[in-house]
């Protein structure tokens, strides 16, 4: 599960927050497997979706990580949860998407989204109301 700002995130939900304002990123891990897996490490990449089929990834301008982007899993246990916090602030309104990537922890090799369910986080940043 990933929640931002306290709300879980689904393919039909837009968050939304206030620019200037942290906001709160919780992401859930649930092993499903009779195995133990890990170590890995989990990026998450912010992006602009111009609906053309481009993708905008130049954002350190608008949105930056209160801590890192990258969170480092030593292992989840069968039917296990391992939960990790974040935080983002957001420098300008606009409409941004999170791109999570699994990496094995020792290389930078992405794993199969098909080991993964991972939903669609869509977060919409707002002028502060006054």
């Known amino acids: 599960d990933i929640l931002v700002d306290g709300k879980v995130c689904d393919c039909d939900i837009v968050v939304t927050c206030q620019v200037g304002d942290p906001v709160p990123l919780q992401v859930k891990l649930t092993n499903r497997s009779k195995h133990s897996v890990g170590p890995f490490a989990l990026t998450v ?12 990834y130049d954002l350190q301008d608008a949105i ?53 369910c991972l939903p669609s986080v869509h977060i919409r940043a ?5």
């Open 64 to 116: 930056t990580f209160v801590g890192s982007n990258t969170f480092y899993i030593d292992s989840v246990k069968p039917t296990k949860d391992s939960v990790y916090f974040g935080a983002l602030l957001f420098l300008y309104t606009g409409d941004f998407y999170l791109n999570i990537k699994f990496h094995e922890d020792n290389c930078s090799r992405e794993l199969p989204l098909s080991w993964l």
């Open 45 to 56: 990449m912010p992006y602009q979706d111009y609906q053309n089929g481009v993708h905008n």
């Open 126 to 130: 707002m002028e502060p109301v006054a």
